[in-house]
């Protein structure tokens, strides 16, 4: 991968909004039951939260009276209050246990449910997608991303819907207390408010470039963990440290810039409300008593507003802040979002019925293709393969081959010209069937994660294991499978010690099992070892038996039986016929041979 796409930033959006919220939200409307209870239990929170306010009320507009002096009754009243707080105390931590196990369940229910779109839709995008996305940045928007977006149900919405009754709580309770005195400090709470929600707006951006060099940074080491092997084969370990140093760097610069201002504004914001709203409160309880317009006006009321301007005040702050947060986990939400709207490239068309195969009649009809829709890698190609026939390609490295063989399985679409097969065309045919008629093996034979028969069924999920051993029979894998400590259930993955001979004779069994109309075998013998090249051969042999195929191979004896055999060069067929016609003509194939020959004796 090329150093410049790990220091590209991935900037979806340079403005901040609140519709990939409102998006987020609507995964909540699928468990709504849970959403419910989250909001009754925020409001029943925020009331409990209250009471102590009017407490401290009636306590002193009780004793103020008396001059100081406790009445007899006091005892009986302070261990009614003193009984209310202590059921209050209970109260709030029993219902903030309540609310935090429901804010998690919620919060991964959530997640499991954007895991699985995630999921659904990257298995529906097109390689293009992939071409163009490295696979660790991918990885990060399935797994890093969607566990820090599940915090946001976790520890930030559950607070916010509390603060937010809370707001409008504590403002109605200090109206209702005296309202002149309520309405002068919460017009002045306003404008800083407005102030911190504009701060953590600003500081969108600056968390989007942090959480862009992060994921760059993750996925880089994804990567370079996953390709170690190649890393040390070409001594690459000192420069990819360095790159990853600079990543960090890059990372470590970013995310100082925004604690900066998170870490030191927000908490002197909120100290500086508190003071601003308690000066206010008692100062507007003087002018007011001053001017002898505060007949109704008790100490009681003033230290209840008091509280609740502290109540709200704090609010506010946490409010702000955890929008902050959840500001810098909309860039998260913007990768994801941004997967989940990328729409596959190929799709069914309207009316698109399942493929019927009957015989396997392969033709190419003036087949252009291009990756990049600028130049073109095949130009007005055209090839008819014979039902049962074997085609061979061969040709240069990036002359074409792969991309051949690609569009039959419509991996890619043309940009012009036809692919059929037994007359249906293949971009108007079902993928589903037109992939399951279209066995494919690939050069790097990948090994599942499981035992040898979870392998071999891969292709076919359906069928038994006398039928995943059978397939094992026919393309000769079922000795070496045996000698394994396990035989069939033996566990297996891709850092398994397998040769690359038994690999692709395990691939040929899982291909085998599926039992494709037409087979593509894009240099599957390119790892063969001494050990098991005849099994391959026999095992190709077998595989081809009956169906139609393609070819792409290097070696001699893997194509020299071919029914046709297709030079490809200057994006077109240049050559094409059975190799002793080739051989006999002395022209590109001829000298490829030669040449390969050369190289093998040298």
């Not at 997967?339 to 019927?356: N, V």
């Not at 036809?418 to 990948?446: K, P, Y």
């Not at 993955?493 to 894009?522: H, M, T, V, W, Y």
Request: proline share 2%.
């Amino acid at each position: 991968m090329a150093k410049e796409l790990y220091f590209q930033d991935e900037i979806v959006r340079e403005k901040f909004n609140f519709k990939m919220f409102r998006r987020l939200l609507s995964y909540a409307g699928r468990f709504k039951k849970d959403t419910i209870k989250m909001i009754a239990v925020g409001l029943a929170s925020a009331l409990i939260a209250l009471i102590p306010s009017f407490a401290m009320t009636f306590v002193v507009n009780y004793v103020l009276p008396s001059n100081g002096v406790l009445p007899p009754s006091y005892l009986t009243y302070a261990a009614l209050i003193i009984a209310s707080l202590a059921v209050v105390t209970v109260t709030a931590t029993a219902f903030g246990s309540l609310s935090t196990y429901i804010s998690m369940r919620l919060g991964y229910r959530i997640i499991h449910a954007i895991r699985t779109d995630l999921f659904d839709r990257l298995m529906q995008l097109s390689f293009d997608y992939y071409d163009s996305h490295p696979s660790g940045k991918i990885l990060v928007r399935v797994t890093n991303y969607t566990e820090e977006v599940a915090g946001i149900f976790i520890w930030h919405l559950t607070r916010i819907i509390y603060n937010s009754f809370v707001l409008a709580l504590a403002s109605a309770a200090a109206i209702v207390l005296d309202w002149r005195i309520g309405l002068i400090v919460i017009a002045a709470i306003i404008p800083f408010a407005v102030v911190l929600y504009f701060l953590a707006k600003a500081l969108h951006n600056r968390a989007n470039v942090d959480k862009s060099k992060n994921s760059s940074l993750t996925a880089f080491v994804a990567e370079d963990i996953s390709g170690l092997d190649v890393i040390k084969a070409f001594n690459r370990e000192k420069l990819n440290s360095d790159i990853q140093k600079e990543l960090c760097d890059n990372h470590a610069k970013a995310f100082m810039r925004t604690t900066r201002i998170r870490e030191i504004f927000f908490p002197m914001s909120n100290g500086v409300v508190n003071i601003v709203s308690s000066i206010l409160v008692y100062l507007c309880a003087l002018v007011i008593i001053d001017k002898g317009l505060g007949a109704a006006l008790t100490m009681g009321a003033v230290i209840g507003i008091n509280t609740c301007m502290q109540m709200l005040s704090d609010s506010v702050s946490d409010l702000c802040q955890r929008l902050e947060t959840m500001t810098t986990l909309s860039t998260n939400l913007e990768r994801i979002f941004d997967t989940l709207d990328s729409k596959p490239d190929i799709t069914d068309k309207p009316g698109a019925k399942p493929i019927a195969i009957t015989e396997g009649k392969v033709e190419f009809t003036d087949v252009t293709f291009s990756y990049d829709g600028k130049v073109n890698v095949l130009e007005n190609l055209s090839l008819s393969c014979p039902p049962g026939s074997m085609t061979a390609i061969v040709g240069a490295t990036g002359a074409g081959k792969t991309t051949l063989v690609s569009l039959l399985s419509r991996f890619y679409d043309l940009k012009s010209g036809r692919i059929t097969v037994d007359g249906a065309d293949v971009s108007e045919v079902t993928l589903d069937s037109l992939r399951s008629a279209v066995g494919v093996m690939m050069q790097d034979s990948f090994i599942f994660s499981g035992t040898v028969m979870d392998n071999i069924r891969f292709s076919a999920p359906e069928k038994s294991d006398e039928e995943c051993i059978e397939a094992a029979k026919k393309v000769f894998a079922h000795d070496f499978i045996k000698r394994l400590p396990d035989g069939y259930y033996t566990k297996i993955n891709e850092a398994c010690s397998l040769s690359g001979g038994e690999r692709q004779l395990l691939s040929f069994a899982r291909l085998i099992l599926s039992d494709p109309k037409i087979l593509i075998l894009d240099e599957a013998t390119s790892h063969i070892d001494t050990h098991t090249e005849k099994l391959i051969q026999d095992s190709i042999a077998v595989l081809l038996k009956g169906r139609t195929s393609f070819v792409i191979a290097h070696r001699l004896s893997t194509i020299r039986k071919a029914d046709n055999i297709v030079f490809i060069d200057d994006k077109n067929i240049v050559e094409s016929g059975t190799h002793e016609q080739l051989m006999q003509l002395k022209g590109r194939y001829y000298r490829l041979l030669q040449k390969s020959a050369d190289s093998d004796n040298a």
